[in-house]
């Protein structure tokens, strides 16, 4: 054995752990909101309502994956400063705010994402809530790179 041979080690083990690697993200659960993804779709509304604000996130994802974007997850455990998903597509950074509420989403939280937006600079911002928004949320979005998405938008 020649003390090279620890690269021939390497370019042999180098594309079999790309091989495996989906089944380990499968079995630590990355892929969960794909499947929470599809079940929203097939339960509807009802199955969003019954979800944990953990799983609504993941269910995010899912949705944000299934319409092409690279999800990155943030958060997953306390304070995020503002950011639970972060997409990539065509060159675009969008900052993503998952909101789990029984209530409307207040132009409070809109106010405060579109400041996030700009200190971190995204492109753009999306916010989900599962009980929609309020009427001044959407006036104060309008005409910004604000999206605002009730959970109806996940599922349709």
């Not at 971190?120 to 309008?142: L, N």
């Amino acid at each position: 054995m020649n003390e090279h041979s620890w690269i021939l080690g390497l370019v042999v083990l180098a594309p079999a752990l790309l091989l495996i690697e989906p089944g380990i993200e499968m079995m630590f659960g990355r892929r969960k909101g794909n499947h929470l993804y599809r079940k929203a779709k097939k339960h509807g509304i009802s199955a969003i309502s019954g979800m944990t604000w953990q799983q609504f996130e993941q269910l995010c994802e899912g949705y944000f994956k299934a319409k092409g974007y690279r999800v990155e997850m943030c958060g997953q455990g306390g304070a995020d400063g503002g950011r639970d998903l972060i997409l990539r597509k065509s060159g675009k950074r969008i900052l993503v705010q998952c909101k789990h509420w029984r209530s409307r989403v207040g132009v409070a939280v809109v106010r405060e994402m579109f400041g996030v937006m700009h200190a971190e600079k995204f492109d753009q911002v999306i916010i989900v809530g599962t009980s929609g928004f309020t009427r001044d949320a959407w006036t104060w979005s309008k005409g910004k790179s604000i999206r605002l998405m009730d959970a109806n938008g996940l599922i349709t």
